[in-house]
Structures are given as C-alpha cells and as structure tokens.
T-cell receptor, first 115, second 113 residues
Framework: NAGVMQNPRHLVRRRGQEARLRCSPM?????VYWYRQLPEEGLKFMVY????????ESGMPKERFSAEFPKEGPSILRIQQVVRGDSAAYFC?????????????FGDGTRLSIL | DAKTTQPPSMDCAEGRAANLPCNHS???????VYWYRQIHSQGPQYIIH???NNETNEMASLIITEDRKSSTLILPHATLRDTAVYYC??????????????FGQGTILTVHP
C-alpha cells in the first residue's frame, strides 16, 4: 500500500521562475493538506483541499501561491515568481476523511531551493 | 486547537522505555491528542492518537490522564532509530479549522547506545 508520494524530491529554481510541486495521496484518501517547513523552523499549515474544493487556505500567502486538487490526478502546489524566502521543505499529507479521528499521513516532502 | 507544552529535549538509553510528556491543560472535550515524529528531514510520521482512553499500537502507547490535561507517549524499548523530534498535537473542535495540524516545537528525543 503506497504512501503519500511527492515529486520532485528536490527542485531548484531561479528567482522569478515558477515552481510546481505534486502530491499523490494514499490510495482511498480524498483529503490533502500542504505544510511548509522553513529552515530551522516548525511545520506550518498552508492549505486543506478535497477533490476539486479548497476547504481551508488560511495558511497560504496571499500572493503567488495557489493549490488545486483536481478530480483526476495529483494535488498541485504552485508558486509563481519565486523568491529566496520560498526556499523550504514542502510536505503534503492525506487522510481518508475529514473527521478528527482520521490521522494525516505525510509524504517525504519536496525541498525547494531558490538560487 | 488547544496549546500543548512539551520539554524541549530528552535523553534515553537504548533498550529502555522513553516516556515523553505533554501538557494540554486547555484541551476541550472533543479534541483528540495526536503524536507525530520527524526523523531528520523526513516527513512527519504518525505514531498514535487518542481521545480519552489509553491507546496502544505496534509503535507506542499513549496514556491520557483522567482529566485529559496531560498525556504521555511511551516507546517501550527505544532504539537509536527512535531519535527524532516528537510532536504532541491536539486536534478537533469542529469548524473549518479542524483539518489542520498545528505543530509546536516538539521534544528532541536522543537515544544513546
């Protein structure tokens, strides 16, 4: 039973480019969450999505960041016009449902480096 | 979600039980207690969760006090591979905020040979 798959594992971009991070949830999971971990800091929630819907985006920066979870295919976190401060590890998690009794399971993350 | 307090670091000898405490004195009646760990720079790994009763799985045991204001994660026979940052998180209370996990600073557990 495959876990949460994130790709790429490492991504290098120059300032001003776009970064696309992909997340395939565990089989049977329809809820996806994105978190960001800046260097030497804790994980911070960014966005919570169900298929084709954004449920909570309270942790998303107001500009340049967007997320989607289409009916078919992986969830995508998109960062436009990247800046040095976007360098971080981005983790995706998934759960089968929305209940508080449903653990989130994490992928191994995408390490984004901005030159 | 209720705020949690954990010691910043703990040591444990290999083969001994590791007991990691967590204080969540403001927890509400319908909030669960979750434990995760993060080894090196890997993704957080789910360990265990509970509401009122003590829980046990293949990884650990979770002891929740009767008033639910604190809990203890027990790794019965710690190994070097258990060296990690351990996070105690409360989750629940409904509304649109119930989806996210709020990570604190956690406890750095170091297991010594």
């Amino acid at each position: 039973n495959a876990g949460v798959m994130q790709n790429p594992r490492h991504l290098v971009r120059r300032r001003g480019q776009e970064a696309r991070l992909r997340c395939s949830p565990m089989k049977g999971h329809s809820h996806v969450y994105w978190y960001r971990q800046l260097p030497e800091e804790g994980l911070k929630f960014m966005v919570y999505l169900q298929k084709e819907n954004i449920i909570d985006e309270s942790g998303m920066p107001k500009e340049r960041f967007s997320a989607e979870f289409p009916k078919e295919g992986p969830s995508i976190l998109r960062i436009q016009q990247v800046v040095r401060g976007d360098s971080a590890a981005y983790f995706c998690a998934s759960s089968p449902g929305q209940g508080d009794n449903q653990p989130q399971h994490f992928g191994d993350g995408t390490r984004l480096s901005i030159l | 979600d209720a705020k949690t307090t954990q010691p910043p670091s703990m040591d444990c000898a290999e083969g001994r039980a590791a007991n990691l405490p967590c204080n969540h004195s403001t927890i509400s009646g319908n909030e669960y207690v979750y434990w995760y760990r993060q080894i090196h720079s890997q993704g957080p790994q789910y360990i265990i969760h509970g509401l009122k009763n003590n829980e046990t799985n293949e990884m650990a045991s979770l002891i929740i006090t009767e008033d639910r204001k604190s809990s203890t994660l027990i790794l019965p026979h710690a190994t070097l591979r258990d060296t990690a940052v351990y996070y105690c998180i409360t989750r629940g209370a409904g509304g649109t905020s119930y989806g996210k996990l709020t990570f604190g600073q956690g406890t750095i557990l170091t297991v010594h040979p």
